[in-house]
């Protein structure tokens, strides 16, 4: 069945760059997404990708799609202590209605 | 446009009580999802409507839980004879095509 798995915590110092890594099974995703998450809020859209690319750059942030290996990343430039929350990555195929999310990566950043 | 609005942000209840939640989607938002996130966990897919359809349904969402969208704008779940574990945060999300959906803050159940 479907399944995104993603790894539970990630710390870094304020200013390095974070790397987020998701892997999905589902071989006919056609948008993958990184939503953001922090304390007692819903979850914000951070960005998306199409199945057909492999990176796209919003800012500070990249995403990587290796299509082969079904494997996502998310890295976040110039990492601030505004950053700190949970990234959940998240894939959809273009037939079916639901959004899968992994459970979710916890940033924290080091000041 | 003021989002996605999701009323209450919270609720406690007593076990076997009934609940009913409230969703506003985005105006020009067809389409609308609600989703059940546990501590620790991702978002689950409950149900969606496309306008006043439901048109998929979870698994997940026992003969306990009725989910409607009367002319096609704002939702409601009802989660009848409540347990302890239905208590979870429960996510309304709208979005007008496929790609991107909008989330709302979410309604925190706790089930005592």
């Known amino acids: 069945g479907e399944d995104v798995e993603q790894s539970l915590f990630l710390s870094v110092r304020e200013g390095d760059s974070s790397v987020i890594n998701c892997t999905y099974t589902d071989s006919s995703s056609t948008y993958l997404y990184w939503y953001k998450q922090e304390p007692g809020a819903g979850l914000q859209l951070l960005t998306y990708i199409f199945s057909n690319m492999d990176m796209k750059q919003d800012q500070r942030l990249t995403v990587l799609l290796n299509k082969k290996d079904k494997h996502l990343s998310l890295r976040i430039a110039d990492t601030q202590t505004g950053d700190s929350a949970i990234y959940f990555c998240a894939e959809r195929n273009t037939g079916g209605f639901k959004t899968i999310f992994g459970a979710g990566t916890r940033l924290f950043v080091k000041a | 446009d003021t989002g996605v609005s999701q009323d209450p942000r919270h609720k406690i209840t007593k076990r076997g009580q009934n609940v009913t939640f409230r969703c506003d989607p985005i105006?020009?938002?067809?389409?609308l999802y609600w989703y059940r996130q546990t501590l620790g966990q991702g978002p689950e897919f409950l149900t969606y409507?496309?306008?006043?359809?439901?048109?998929?349904k979870s698994r997940l969402l026992s003969d306990r839980f009725s989910a409607e969208r009367p002319k096609g704008s704002f939702s409601t779940l009802e989660i009848q004879r409540t347990e302890q574990g239905d208590s979870a945060m429960y996510l309304c999300?709208?979005?007008?095509?496929?790609?991107?959906?909008?989330f709302g803050s979410g309604t925190q159940l706790s089930v005592l």
């Open positions: 999300a709208s979005s007008l095509g496929a790609e991107k959906l909008f």
């Open positions: 105006s020009e938002h067809n389409r």
């Open positions: 409507f496309q306008n006043e359809a439901q048109l998929e």
